[in-house]
């Protein structure tokens, strides 16, 4: 079964300062991963998707298979960064069924 | 607007009371996901339907149900509800295999019960 780690669950950081949210998967065969962000409580929105080797809002995260991670980076936080992030894998189990897993999240907080 | 729509977007409840959750897919979305997000467990996937059947179950409770109709709008159904059920619910929706994938997620419905 694919898991998703997040051994963050809470990361403070300095305005300017670098971020890394740590995401770690498990999973046999080549995973699809996702950063997902959620400001406020607010729905879900897709951050990144590793396929797509973009950076938004200046973040990027480059999948390492030898360490089965996915951080996500930023070289200067922003107090407007500040909002829950979740990693996520995404795998078919089967037929037409496919899931996607959610890391538990880890809290971002920029202070000023 | 993501194009999922979730209703309502709050709701105030008893605790032994019923309440419905409704989600409505992204048009030509045919997976639709039920997502608990609280405090404590964070985001906790409780059911998925494809095109009216259900395809995996999550950390679902027996008080909890779900169906997916066929216009593809889904409800979630939470019965003798207690204080801990409180909770955002989120409803997702991702295209059928071939499509580029992804979820797309609704505002969510806050559930208090008092």
């Known amino acids: 079964a694919q898991r998703v780690t997040q051994p963050e669950k809470l990361l403070s950081v300095f305005k300017g300062a670098p971020v890394e949210l740590k995401c770690n998967y498990s999973?046999?065969?080549?995973?699809?991963l996702f950063w997902y962000v959620q400001y406020s409580r607010q729905r879900l929105q897709l951050l990144l998707r590793?396929?797509s080797r973009e950076s938004i809002k200046g973040f990027t995260a480059d999948l390492n298979k030898g360490e089965t991670s996915f951080h996500l980076k930023k070289p200067f936080a922003q107090e407007e960064d500040s909002a829950m992030y979740y990693c996520?894998?995404?795998?078919?189990?089967?037929?037409?069924?496919?899931?996607?897993?959610f890391g538990k999240g880890t809290l971002l907080t920029v202070n000023p | 607007d993501s194009g999922v729509t979730q209703t309502p977007k709050h709701l105030i409840t008893a605790t032994g009371q019923r309440v419905t959750l409704r989600c409505s897919p992204r048009s030509g979305d045919l997976s639709v996901y039920w997502y608990q997000q609280s405090l404590d467990q964070g985001l906790q996937f409780l059911i998925q339907?494809?095109?009216?059947?259900?395809?995996a179950k999550g950390n679902i409770l027996e008080r909890f149900s779900a169906q997916q109709f066929p216009d593809l709008h889904s409800e979630l159904n939470l019965s003798s509800l207690e204080l801990g059920d409180s909770a955002l619910y989120f409803c997702a929706s991702s295209p059928p295999p071939g499509q580029p994938y992804g979820y797309t997620f609704g505002s969510g419905t806050r559930l208090t019960v008092v």
């Open positions: 339907y494809y095109n009216g059947e259900e395809r």
């Open positions: 999973y046999s065969g080549s995973p699809e």
């Open positions: 590793h396929i």
């Open positions: 996520a894998s995404f795998c078919f189990s089967g037929g037409s069924n496919y899931k996607l897993t």
